[in-house]
Nanobody, 125 residues
Framework: QVQLVESGGGLVQAGDSLRLSCVAS????????MGWFRQVPEKEREFVAG?????????YYAASVKGRFTISRDNAANTLYLEINSLKSEDTALYYC?????????????????WGPGTQVTVSS
């Protein structure tokens, strides 16, 4: 089992930057990849960014956030990050960290085995 806990969300102004963190604990050696998703009320959870957990730091992003979001990892600290720049009101959402045991860089929820409770990001304009 792997436990995930996000932090770093909050109320920010449009144009600000924010860094979200996700600390993983438990059997982290079993992980193949990790990702960030976000969700707003009454909408489905949306893929944001993903990264392999070991080896090459292959990353990939949703088209809507490419260029503003940066995903990274610190394996020694078992921590995943999401740097968000030039925040927009449409970035307001509950952001989730997710982990998968597969090495496939997945952009859908299905392959992810573990989820954190989420951290709220609210952007005021």
């Amino acid at each position: 089992q792997v436990q995930l806990v996000e932090s770093g969300g909050g109320l920010v102004q449009a144009g600000d930057s924010l860094r979200l963190s996700c600390v993983a604990s438990g059997r982290t050696f079993s992980l193949g990849g990790m990702g960030w998703f976000r969700q707003v009320p009454e909408k489905e959870r949306e893929f944001v960014a993903g990264i392999r957990w070991s080896g090459l730091r292959s990353t990939y992003y949703a088209a809507s956030v490419k260029g503003r979001f940066t995903i990274s990892r610190d394996n020694a600290a078992n921590t995943l990050y999401l740097e968000i720049n030039s925040l927009k009101s449409e970035d307001t959402a509950l952001y989730y960290c997710a982990a998968t045991r597969t090495g496939v860089l997945a952009t859908t929820e299905g392959p992810y085995d573990y989820w954190g409770p989420g951290t709220q990001v609210t952007v005021s304009s």
